[in-house]
């Protein structure tokens, strides 16, 4: 085991004929990655251990192992929760595989890991307590944190789930797949604005993109309703300016569908006289 050894030819030496001086494994410990020599070291390694690293590290590990197996978003994103898993919460890269066959990406402390995008559906539990005095997190930390019920509105959107360690829409699995949101089989684009929509409690910098995501994802989920199909309707921000206009929406466009049903079923087409 090398801690930042000083001395290139002494990690030559056993990066390059470990097996046959007796040493099975060899492990190379360092704090910075791009200080990792890459002849002796990163291009001879099979596999990669990483603990937490900034985002300059983390682009040129992704560019040197994951570039052809997703996007960096997505790598980024698992990344943060194999580091938030634990205090010691660590990511693994198989280097034995291929880079376009999809190298292995584990979180820790798990003997059968699943991949990190993969969600359990569970019931939501309905917020009734939103404050809208509490401060908001921002998009791009978003995965370094884990959000909690006090800092993010659960009641009309995508969650977090402590005890899965996961993320829920109305009880179904969300999952994150090159810088897109899939629910079901439809997906969305992962933009700040669907961001702030799904998870603050007084939303901005949306875009129409954004709200016609948002309300497709409310249909779909059903997240604004309770298990009655009522609403879930508040005095705050976020029922009063951004849910209630969309659910009064959904109600139109029903009638109208069902008026337009209506009017197919009632309706008579003339019988032809042959006479």
């Known amino acids: 085991m090398?801690?930042?050894?000083?001395?290139?030819?002494?990690?030559?030496?056993?990066?390059?004929?470990c097996r046959h001086s007796g040493a099975s494994s060899v492990f190379y410990l360092a704090q910075t990655y791009s200080k990792i020599p890459k002849q002796?070291?990163?291009?001879?390694?099979?596999?990669?251990?990483?603990?937490k690293q900034d985002d300059t590290n983390l682009r040129h590990i992704f560019n040197d192992h994951s570039s052809t197996d997703m996007d960096f978003i997505e790598f980024r994103n698992i990344s943060h929760l194999c580091w938030n898993h634990s205090d010691y919460g660590f990511m693994v890269i198989d280097k034995t595989r291929e880079m376009n066959e999809g190298r292995t990406i584990e979180q820790p402390n798990k003997?059968?890991?699943?991949?990190?995008?993969e969600i359990k559906p569970?019931?939501?539990?309905?917020?009734?307590?939103?404050?809208?005095?509490?401060?908001?997190?921002?998009?791009?930390?978003?995965?370094?944190?884990?959000?909690?019920?006090?800092?993010?509105?659960?009641?009309?959107?995508?969650y977090y789930n402590k005890s899965s360690d996961s993320y829920k829409i109305g009880g179904h699995s969300v999952t994150f797949s090159h810088g897109n949101l899939q629910l079901f089989n439809k997906y969305?684009?992962?933009?700040?604005?669907?961001?702030?929509?799904?998870y603050e409690k007084e939303p901005k910098n949306t875009t129409l993109q954004d709200m016609e995501s948002y309300y497709d994802i409310l249909k779909t989920s059903r997240a604004h309703l309770k298990a009655d199909g009522k609403p879930k309707t508040s005095k705050f921000h976020k029922w009063t300016n951004?849910?209630?206009?969309?659910?009064?929406?959904?109600?139109?466009?029903?009638?109208?569908?069902?008026e337009e049903i209506d009017k197919i079923n009632n309706s008579r087409t003339p019988r032809l006289s042959l006479a």
């Not at 002796?40 to 603990?51: E, W």
């Open 2 to 17: 090398f801690d930042e050894h000083p001395s290139k030819s002494v990690i030559r030496e056993y990066f390059s004929i």
């Open 111 to 117: 003997k059968n890991t699943q991949p990190a995008d």
């Open 122 to 158: 569970e019931t939501s539990d309905v917020s009734n307590d939103d404050n809208d005095n509490e401060l908001n997190s921002s998009f791009s930390h978003f995965f370094n944190k884990r959000p909690t019920s006090k800092r993010y509105d659960k009641s009309y959107g995508m």
């Open 40 to 51: 002796l070291v990163r291009d001879n390694s099979n596999f990669l251990i990483l603990l």
């Open 242 to 258: 951004v849910v209630k206009p969309l659910y009064d929406k959904m109600k139109n466009e029903e009638k109208q569908l069902n």
């Open 188 to 198: 969305y684009p992962w933009t700040e604005g669907l961001w702030s929509l799904l």
